[in-house]
């Protein structure tokens, strides 16, 4: 039992509206998953647009920014899991690179234990920078784009051919003297 109008008296005042409050973060993730594997750093205005697009839905900023938040979950796998590994990796690090030393802090009274801070100094870099890189070393610094945060420093030295050559690094949460220790 269906109907359909053939035609219609007057004029058509209705119209098409793109809002659903029913639209979670979580289904959308699903949805754009294919666009955020193919382009992590997608803006998220331009996600918004692709979802308006596939989705035929309008949603705010934040919402989208919480269904990108989940989807790169998804492919990566959550940061939080992912530091929760760094202790095995240093001591796979050390076991299998003698001479190598490697600092991981924690944050005090944390159990579990909760990431604070590392430093890396491999041998092999060490042993470089000792047998072909100039006696001249500088301290380098970046930004790791992260929900967290973080600040690497990188010790390097120059090379024969003028490069940079890395010889520590340190992922901190900031830059000051209480990251030294």
Request: with cysteine; proline share 4%; aromatic share 8%.
């Amino acid at each position: 039992m269906t109907f359909q109008i053939k035609t219609i008296q007057g004029a058509h005042t209705s119209a098409r509206t793109y809002d659903n409050k029913l639209a979670k973060a979580s289904y959308l993730a699903e949805r754009i998953e294919s666009s955020i594997r193919d382009h992590p750093n997608i803006p998220v205005q331009q996600l918004k647009n692709t979802i308006l697009r596939k989705c035929k839905v309008d949603v705010s900023k934040q919402k989208v920014q919480r269904a990108k938040r989940e989807a790169l979950e998804k492919i990566r796998g959550a940061d939080s899991v992912q530091y929760e590994k760094l202790w095995d990796y240093c001591e796979t690090v050390m076991k299998f690179n003698p001479g190598s030393k490697l600092i991981l802090k924690k944050l005090e009274g944390s159990n579990p234990p909760i990431f604070d801070r590392m430093y890396m100094c491999l041998w092999a870099l060490k042993n470089g920078f000792l047998s072909g890189c100039r006696p001249i070393i500088g301290l380098d610094s970046f930004f790791l784009k992260t929900c967290y945060r973080w600040q690497m420093l990188v010790v390097v030295g120059r090379d024969g051919s003028d490069n940079m050559f890395p010889i520590a690094m340190a992922a901190v949460q900031v830059e000051n003297r209480g990251s030294r220790t």
